[in-house]
């Protein structure tokens, strides 16, 4: 592969080869002030790249170090309500895949469907629901493209995550997340149903970039910030401006604990 953002990327930072890709959703952008000496590129600067268009979601590659791991920390994503295409984030994955990396961190703020997930709890998803059955492989060929979604959240990330949050004291619960096309919020009859099918919790993203990660054999871990309870389920008004204000709250500890458990990782 050698793609314009490839040979942007290498004039940037000459030789960097990280291992880890991050993708920061809504409340996680807090994860870069762990990133020790930092590379900042403008998505602008790399052709293929999401310009930013979601309120809370930065637009910037961020190259350097976390404890041990180099990473490349993705400060905003393409979701598929924003064209209708849900591959926007294959040529940014296939990009960090080919620069090094063999993990892929997933970040998202995601609404409960169960009272003991409340606002403000973190989530690490175990396995997901693609509700709008959309995938972002369509047009691959050959059989690499029927991809085996069994533990597509790698069970050694799961575990490793859920024994670093032990180590910090937090809480971090494990759950199905369900993929919702947006950007319409849920009807509450929409989160009763999705409740009925075995959701934890409900969110516009991350579901695609796992597809297109496991095509790409990256190990996966995904981490949901709850931001409010589904529709029907509390008395709030539920908005993007009240997603943002309650992943403000919590973003500190969350980005916190993340950067413990991605600088922690022990790679071949």
């Not at 790399?46 to 637009?59: D, E, I, S």
């Not at 895949?97 to 989530?123: E, Y």
């Not at 619960?173 to 999705?194: C, D, K, N, S």
Request: proline share 5%.
């Amino acid at each position: 592969m050698n793609t314009t953002a490839q040979k942007a990327l290498a004039a940037w930072a000459p030789g960097f080869a990280p291992r880890v890709a991050v993708v920061l959703g809504s409340g996680w952008g807090g994860l870069t002030a762990h990133v020790q000496n930092p590379i900042r590129i403008p998505y602008a600067e790399l052709q293929g790249f999401p310009a930013a268009g979601v309120a809370g979601h930065g637009g910037e590659l961020w190259l350097g170090h976390i404890g041990v791991q180099a990473v490349a920390v993705m400060s905003g994503r393409k979701h598929g309500y924003e064209t209708g295409a849900v591959d926007g984030m294959k040529l940014p994955l296939q990009v960090l895949q080919a620069m090094g990396c063999q993990i892929l961190v997933q970040t998202n703020a995601a609404g409960s469907l169960r009272a003991d997930l409340p606002p403000q709890s973190l989530m690490a998803i175990g396995d997901h629901l693609n509700l709008p059955q959309r995938s972002p492989l369509v047009g691959e060929a050959g059989s690499a493209r029927f991809v085996n979604m069994v533990d597509a959240y790698d069970p050694g990330l799961l575990a490793h995550a859920h024994a670093r949050a032990a180590e910090q004291g937090c809480k971090l619960h494990t759950g199905v997340y369900a993929w919702a096309f947006g950007p319409q919020f849920e009807t509450p009859a929409e989160i009763r149903m999705l409740s009925l099918m075995g959701a934890d919790a409900v969110g516009m993203s991350t579901v695609p970039e796992t597809i297109i990660a496991r095509h790409l054999g990256l190990r996966v871990l995904a981490l949901s910030l709850i931001t409010n309870m589904g529709a029907g389920m509390s008395q709030e008004h539920l908005s993007h401006a009240h997603t943002l204000s309650q992943a403000a709250t919590a973003s500190q500890s969350a980005s916190a604990l993340l950067a413990h458990i991605i600088g922690t990782l022990a790679l071949d």
